[in-house]
């Protein structure tokens, strides 16, 4: 478990809440546990600690590599310079619940589970939305998306949507790449988008070791049905004669139900994703500043109040771990 970490406020061992107190941590701590077991957050993003107000990303273009000398040449100087930057600004997150001294002279033992496991439960849930928020608004073509009040930014270093059909290289301002597509799924677009992202090239114009194995999408029966009818079998369902399918096997499927409650109506986007190219390089970024902190008071009108903080932040730097497919607009993977 990433770590919930717990305090008292004193005297509430002596207290009448005292012997409520174990059961209470103990309820949260075990739906901790089961939210992190199947949370898709670490999945969609590179998760680190930080230990800083703000964490900032700062990418290096590739050397240009190895040059021909001849017999007894000397050795060329090779360099590296400093590409986009992109700077994530932790955000605090709270809620708080609170056991009456009614609840627990009568002892409604209902309560004092279901409120401890639905306060830990929104605060993984909160997360879960606010990953999927993220990779929506990128979808939407919004360069920011609200989440509860607040304005977040989904561009990456580039200052790019991270879904573009145009970003820029660092070096060379005329060149522009593309990780936005409109095609639906299909094998063929599978395939195609997969070279694509073969072929995504660093701001020196070098082919990059991008080799993306995860499938994003919706909780859309179709697209789910679809996807597997793809991947899901080692002939090819396209041909009479079953040709080999190259694609049986090779890929991990995420399908979100928070995207659905993200994506704009009518939008049925698949995203392919390269989690280590991310992680190696950057791409989709979350900083943990302060896990989930819990703690135990007794407020002025008796009841015991539990409150929760935490501190973190998400975004995307580098584009090139990802790309999505299915969004109007967007440069074609097949032609007719």
Known sequence: MAGITFAEGSGLQDSIYGKSQGPIRMFIEKRGEAFEAQSMVNKLFTVAPSKHFSEGHRSMTAMHGFMPVGENGEYPADSMQESFQKDFKHTVWKDSFAISREMVDDAVTMNLKQKPEAFVAGYYRRREQFAAALYAGAVNQKEKVEFYGEDFDVTGADKKILFAKDHPSFTDKKVTQSNCFEDAFSNDALMAMESAMQDFRDDNGNVLTVTPSTIVIPNDYKLKKEVFAAIGADKDPATANN??????????????????????????????????????????????????????????????????????????????????????????????
């Open 243 to 336: 040709g080999f399918n190259y694609t049986y096997g090779r890929w991990t499927v995420i399908i979100s139900q928070y995207l659905n409650q993200y994506v704009e109506k009518g939008v049925t986007p698949w995203i392919l994703l390269d989690p280590e190219y991310s992680a190696a390089y950057g791409g989709a970024m979350w900083f943990d500043r302060i896990s989930l902190e819990v703690r135990s008071e007794i407020a002025s009108n008796d009841a015991n109040v539990w409150k929760g903080y935490a501190r973190f932040s998400a975004g995307f730097a580098d584009w090139r771990f990802a790309a999505v497919g299915g969004v109007s607009g967007g440069t074609k993977l097949l032609t007719a």
